[in-house]
């Protein structure tokens, strides 16, 4: 006996019943589906899951020129912690890594934190930058340019 025939064989009350667990059961699948649907939508709207933008650290260094030695100390005077191989100071278009360039570093970890420093050689005019060198972004952190000391007789 074929589908047809048990069909037509069916009075009305069983096609009613069969035809309620038919649409509850599309209805459950449909219902499925409208809440991952959702779901993704969501994600994509709210950014949640998502890729999160890298931010460059927040510090700020001081700048302390010695005209005597024509050097320069730049000192991490407060904020973020930044690893030391992401951070640059780059000096009339020559670049030094911190960890490469002497600076101290607090720790085995390699972190430059609050008192930490780096002396480099300077002129007058020169214009310092140190820069954040993170895996996805580059920003320059401070900048500082040197200005021709000038010595008064009273």
Not at 119 to 135: C, L
Request: hydrophobic share 45%.
């Amino acid at each position: 006996m074929g589908v047809r025939e048990s069909w037509n064989e069916l009075g009305t009350g069983g096609k009613i019943l069969v035809g309620l667990a038919v649409g509850v059961v599309l209805l459950a699948v449909l219902l499925v589906v409208l809440v991952v649907l959702a779901a993704v939508l969501a994600s994509f709207v709210l950014g949640v899951g998502g890729d999160t933008a890298q931010t460059a650290p927040a510090a700020s260094f001081e700048f302390d020129y010695d005209d005597s030695t024509t050097t320069t100390t730049i000192r991490h005077e407060a904020g973020d912690s930044i690893p030391a191989s992401q951070l640059r100071v780059v000096v009339a278009g020559q670049s030094v890594g911190w960890a490469d360039g002497g600076g101290a570093a607090s720790g085995d970890d390699g972190e430059v934190i609050d008192g930490d420093s780096i002396t480099v050689d300077t002129q007058p005019g020169d214009r310092i930058r140190v820069v954040y060198e993170g895996p996805d972004t580059s920003s320059t952190l401070a900048a500082h340019e040197i200005h021709e000391v000038t010595v008064t007789a009273s």
